[in-house]
T-cell receptor, first 122, second 118 residues
Framework: GAVVSQHPSWVICKSGTSVKIECRSL??????MFWYRQFPKQSLMLMAT?????????EQGVEKDKFLINHASLTLSTLTVTSAHPEDSSFYICSAREGSSYFSFDSNQPQHFGDGTRLSIL | KQEVTQIPAALSVPEGENLVLNCSFTDSAIYNLQWFRQDPGKGLTSLLL?????REQTSGRLNASLDKSSGRSTLYIAASQPGDSATYLC?????????????????FGKGTKLSVKP
């Protein structure tokens, strides 16, 4: 089946550090990838939608200068948390939706999730 | 604004029991509804997807129903096993672009944490 690989799975770093998280679709192309954040005992909250070759669409309240998203190819999207602080500590999950067309607003296409990245800022 | 609620928040049952997890949503204008499983510290595994025009979907011991007009879905698990222990998430996919500015955005509930005891 389709696999989304997310790396690293766990990061512990000092406040002020920038952290990059990678999300790869291993055996399918994904025009659209999604980045979610999940706080303990809370639901997944969408941070941004990433489209290959264009700027990401950020949800309300998410700082695009703090959470930099790059989707340079149909199989790779990255999320960089710049100058991370303790309040950025969370579980970050990426998701990739199958489709190689820019107009794959096709919600019937399967959406696959990575295993998440636990980010702890000291 | 779409809100997804899951009841109960946690559930503990003995092995072999049949059980029902509930999901409700406030806006019936959905494209589809999905049930996911999340193991501790892990990502999500899709279990069942129900299109807005469908009433139910089945996969093995799992059966999910959808009543769009009343804004409800249930996930039925038959003959539960310890390996079913996980958090089960319900998510609806919106039609339009007005919810958070994203097309086809998935709105998640907080999940039901299921524990099946041997």
């Amino acid at each position: 089946g389709a696999v989304v690989s997310q790396h690293p799975s766990w990061v512990i770093c000092k406040s002020g550090t920038s952290v990059k998280i990678e999300c790869r679709s291993l055996d399918f192309q994904a025009t659209t990838m999604f980045w979610y954040r999940q706080f303990p005992k809370q639901s997944l909250m969408l941070m941004a939608t990433s489209n290959e070759g264009s700027k990401a669409t950020y949800e309300q309240g998410v700082e695009k200068d703090k959470f930099l998203i790059n989707h340079a190819s149909l199989t790779l999207s990255t999320l960089t948390v710049t100058s991370a602080h303790p309040e950025d500590s969370s579980f970050y999950i990426c998701s990739a939706r199958e489709g190689s067309s820019y107009f794959s607003f096709d919600s019937n296409q399967p959406q696959h999730f990575g295993d998440g990245t636990r980010l702890s800022i000291l | 604004k779409q809100e997804v609620t899951q009841i109960p928040a946690a559930l503990s049952v003995p092995e072999g029991e049949n059980l029902v997890l509930n999901c409700s949503f406030t806006d019936s204008a959905i494209y589809n509804l999905q049930w996911f499983r999340q193991d501790p510290g892990k990502g999500l595994t899709s279990l069942l997807l129900i299109q807005s025009s469908q009433r139910e979907q089945t996969s093995g011991r799992l059966n999910a129903s959808l009543d769009k007009s009343s804004g409800r879905s249930t996930l039925y698990i038959a003959a539960s096993q310890p390996g079913d222990s996980a958090t089960y998430l319900c998510a609806v996919r919106q039609w339009g672009v007005n919810y958070g500015g994203s097309q086809g955005n998935l709105i998640f509930g907080k999940g039901t944490k299921l524990s099946v005891k041997p």
